[in-house]
């Protein structure tokens, strides 16, 4: 089948979180099993550089801009330097501070993948940034894919006219939401087909409670609703292949897992005991991941006689929090403000235990990645995290959002750290699951072929 995959992401070219990791690894494993992916994303100047020669295609014009596709192989870059060549991220400037323009930098992309949607059996949006995509064309043919309800792309009504939609639209029934358009909402309303990112969050987000007040919606849409957990890159995160790390091991070799600590110790300035347990973080540092609970449990974890290596960006306040924690605890604790690949692969290597306390999480990749490596999660029991850990055998899990649940699940997991036979059985256990994407790519290419076929009929 020939799938155009619409997103705002996409590894190592740009990535702001997990979904450029999924915009990188699943339409890759979608061609090995015969598909034709072509993946549409925004021609920010940084991703431009980085990719070398570029084809010219055809030139569009929508919403007052002009633009040129430019294809580099199985990637399709929408070039358009007045929207898209600046400086920051995907979505924020260099300050942290949102685009002001985001909706039409984000409405012309879905004006322009549904232009180009007549082309392609599928057209696959991810996230808010690509959900106006039916609503412009082409919904029969529509699957939507919430990488994190909570985003949901939602602005001032004027915007309506403005990227050319009819103010028929402006109603409770379409994309009005709390007295402003949804972009979110336009794609659960209009795609044929909705999926979300692991089963545990698909049944999530249809209560009060996780659906950030779109529930009532997805539970009219139950019936075309599905989760399918993400996979992660077999290749990238192999602790055996992996070039960042001071040593490589596998799961019938363990022992160098210890070098890959003593390394992470001295690049983080810890103390270099390898008789101290090593728990570790990496991920934005939001009260989404939960950020908060580690620094509100941060004095009762380094009183179980333990280290801590937080790394990641996200909220001030919390990324201050941590930093003060840091400055309390020299040598016992680390925190890097900063987006690291090279430290982040170090870390799931180098700590004994990895920490997920997020108060929700659509599928999660962190999990996965420190399973593969030995590294058991700490992680709270909501969305793909119930999914991936399983308790007491590849990792440990807790319910409440507390600092103090956060530390007694810690503990739970250190008592077994110190029995090293137990701990070598949890952490084989976890290296052996498969997490890659041939199992999510045959589920996506099943959504795909329901989806051509309901049209047909």
């Not at 792309?153 to 009819?166: C, I, K, Q, T, V």
């Not at 994309?175 to 909402?185: D, T, W, Y």
């Not at 333990?306 to 605890?329: C, F, K, P």
Request: aromatic share 8%; with cysteine.
């Amino acid at each position: 089948m020939r799938v155009l995959f619409v997103t705002p992401e996409c590894a190592p070219l740009v990535k702001a979180g997990g979904l450029g990791d999924v915009s990188a690894s699943l339409p890759l494993a979608l061609r090995r099993l015969g598909h034709e992916v072509d993946v549409l994303l925004p021609g920010y100047s940084d991703a431009l550089a980085k990719v070398g020669a570029l084809q010219d295609e055809e030139r569009c014009a929508h919403l007052g801009f002009e633009a040129r596709l430019r294809r580099a192989e199985a990637l399709l870059f929408l070039d358009c330097a007045p929207l898209y060549a600046r400086g920051g991220g995907p979505y924020q400037d260099p300050g942290g501070h949102d685009w002001p323009d985001n909706a039409l930098r984000f409405g012309f992309l879905s004006r322009v993948a549904a232009d180009l949607g007549a082309r392609y059996d599928v057209v696959h949006c991810n996230d808010w940034p690509a959900a106006l995509t039916p609503a412009f064309a082409h919904a029969e043919k529509t699957l939507l894919t919430i990488h994190n309800l909570a985003f949901q792309g939602n602005y001032e009504p004027s915007w309506l006219a403005r990227l050319g939609l009819s103010d028929a639209m402006f109603t409770m029934e379409r994309l009005e939401f709390h007295g402003r358009v949804s972009f979110l909402k336009a794609g659960l309303v209009y795609s044929a087909t909705l999926n979300t990112v692991s089963p545990t969050y698909a049944r999530e987000i249809q209560s009060p409670e996780h659906g950030c007040g779109l529930d009532g919606l997805l539970r009219a849409r139950a019936s075309a609703l599905t989760g399918i957990l993400n996979g992660i890159d077999a290749d990238v995160w192999d602790p055996a292949r992996d070039p960042h790390l001071a040593a490589r091991y596998n799961i019938e070799d363990l022992q160098a897992k210890a070098r890959n600590k003593q390394q992470l110790q001295r690049r983080l300035n810890l103390e270099v005991n390898a008789d101290c347990p090593l728990l570790g973080f990496v991920g934005r540092l939001t009260h989404q991941k939960g950020a908060d609970l580690i620094a509100a449990a941060a004095a009762e974890l380094v009183g179980l006689n333990s280290q801590l290596a937080v790394l990641g960006r996200g909220e001030r306040d919390i990324e201050a929090a941590l930093s003060a924690v840091a400055a309390r605890h020299p040598g016992r604790v680390a925190v890097a403000i900063a987006f690291d690949e090279p430290l982040a692969h170090l870390i799931e290597a180098g700590a004994d235990v990895f920490l997920m306390p997020s108060r929700f999480e659509p599928c999660g990749l962190n999990q996965m990645y420190s399973q593969r490596y030995g590294t058991p999660p700490v992680a709270r029991a909501t969305g793909g995290l119930v999914d991936t850990v399983i308790d007491g055998e590849t990792g440990f899990l807790f319910e409440r959002a507390e600092g103090s649940a956060l530390a007694a699940a810690v503990r739970r997991a250190l008592a077994v750290w110190r029995e090293p036979g137990r701990w070598r059985e949890i952490q084989r256990a976890g290296m052996q699951r498969d997490f890659s994407w041939r199992g999510a790519a045959r589920q996506y290419a099943d959504l795909y072929s329901r989806l051509a076929k309901a049209r047909v009929s």
